[in-house]
């Protein structure tokens, strides 16, 4: 079996020496070059299976390398070394496409496992075979997760299938049910780590009081309740991926120490004392912007540019056009495998009211609709009574994610109880209809937290479905 190779770019002989030792250590041949004109040259001629390469050069950048590779050599991944502290910079070639960064002064263990990493990324890529070509694609070949051959799916699948060349983190934006961790779930799947954990975590279900000792674990005795020693998320996804969904709702206090804990490579578990080195690719999602939760200083800023590397958005399932019916078929088949039916059929109306549906609640409320729609059909055929959809959102608009604008309720203290129950359900009932069901759009509405606004909905028994036609 043939030695895999590294290029080694810095224009610092102690540098050089250094990085060359400890890749020789690892039995990987080296190659070495002082600028980007004779890396770019050490690349034609060497072909090596990755690129280590300081970003500051006498006759350029290392950005102006990982361009080259990305353009010429994409399948060689590339990490930049920075200067300590440099997270703009390091952000910068995340960015272009570098498949990771070190920064100075290098810490060697953390370096060798991200050569390990890259390499066996590196030997991936080599041996990846093109994906299949099918004449009437119901979706992508090697993406199992992710049905659809519309435009902006096929836009989605061709891109998670690019990110997964990179460790850098993405931001996966959304709309609520709109398939946010299954996307990040294919960019785990497309990449070397696929075979390594992926580690999903509702980020706003965690009880403030224990967020810090789930991502990174407690020691026993640390404090009341710590009986064993626990892993954290971090370690739990070692290797592999960490998902932080809806991230925007972690704690401000928290996420000073996730930030800590993602440029450091390192987590200290509650009532520890020595840190754990962790190498862990993060992935986060939430359908909040976070950009306006910065604004409102609701989220840290430097986070929020460390988590924001590459955003994608996910599209929403009105704009998906046949998909919709593609994925009503597919549904139904699982639905019938599940319950033991009768493949259920949609009658031509129903077909037509569904492709006319904005679908607030996008693939999530789609499953959901089937899902009664079987309970109330007869003899197997769907009809558009049986979807029970409601009249308000049965047809598209070109801006459909902004509600009409109408004159806001006058609210009442919630925190005051200065309404009974009985007001405050109808007041709740009446902003979720102006809002069509947006219950983020609600909840601001309201002056309620998103939080606050699910408990009522759940005390007072309030759903969609009562809304009916």
């Known amino acids: 079996m043939s030695k895999q190779s590294v290029l080694i770019v810095d224009d610092e002989p102690d540098i050089r020496e250094l990085l060359e030792i400890t890749l020789l250590r690892m039995g990987l041949i080296t190659y070495s070059a002082i600028n980007v004109e004779e890396a770019i040259l050490s690349l034609q001629q060497n072909k090596p299976d990755l690129c280590l390469t300081d970003m500051k050069l006498p006759d350029g950048t290392g950005i102006d390398i990982v361009r080259y590779i990305n353009n010429k050599m994409p399948h060689v ?142 020691i026993k005795g640390s404090f009341s309740g710590a009986i064993a020693d626990k892993k954290g998320l971090f370690e739990a996804a070692n290797g592999g991926t960490l998902f932080l969904d809806e991230v925007a709702d972690l704690p401000l206090e928290m996420q000073v120490k996730l930030l800590r804990a993602i440029q450091e490579h ?26 306006d939760e910065v604004l409102h200083q609701r989220f840290r800023e430097d986070l929020y540019y460390r988590l924001n590397v590459i955003k994608l958005e996910v599209p929403p399932l009105r704009v998906r056009g046949d998909d919709i019916m593609l994925l009503a078929h597919k549904f139904l ?11 259920p059929q949609l009658s031509t109306e129903a077909k037509d009211a569904l492709l006319n549906y904005s679908f607030p609640g996008n693939v999530r409320e789609l499953i959901n609709i089937l899902e009664r729609a079987c309970t109330l059909s007869d003899n197997g055929i769907i009809t558009i009574k049986d979807l029970q959809l409601p009249a308000i959102r049965t047809s598209i608009e070109p801006n459909i994610t902004e509600p009409t604008k109408r004159a806001p309720l006058e609210i009442p203290s919630w925190e005051k109880g200065s309404y009974s129950a009985k007001d405050e359900r109808n007041v709740i009932s009446q902003t979720l209809e102006q809002t069509q069901w947006n219950r983020t759009k609600a909840a601001e509405v309201l002056g309620m937290t998103l939080r606050q606004l699910r408990y009522r909905i759940k005390k007072y028994k309030l759903d969609v479905s009562d809304h009916l036609f």
């Open 77 to 218: 991944p590339v990490a930049v070394i920075t200067a300590f502290g440099s997270m703009d910079t390091a952000v910068s070639a995340l960015k272009s496409g570098a498949y990771d960064f070190v920064s100075k002064p290098v810490d060697l263990k953390k370096l060798r496992e991200l050569i390990a990493t890259a390499l066996e990324h590196s030997k991936k890529n080599s041996q990846a075979k093109p994906a299949t070509k099918l004449s009437t694609p119901r979706h992508l070949a090697n993406n199992p997760l992710i049905f659809g051959s519309s435009a902006p799916i096929t836009q989605l699948l061709s891109t998670i299938n690019k990110l997964g060349k990179s460790h850098a983190p993405v931001y996966i934006n959304g709309e609520s049910g709109s398939g946010k961790e299954l996307v990040a779930k294919s960019i785990h799947m497309s990449g070397p780590h696929k075979g390594a954990p992926f580690i999903p975590v509702n980020c706003g279900a965690i009880p403030e009081n224990l967020v810090e000792s789930e991502f990174f674990g407690h």
């Open 266 to 291: 390192a987590v200290k578990p509650v009532g520890g004392v020595q840190e754990i080195a962790v190498n862990v690719r993060i992935l986060s999602a939430t359908h909040k912007s976070l950009e």
């Open 333 to 343: 088949d699982d639905i019938a495998s599940r319950w033991g039916l009768d493949n």
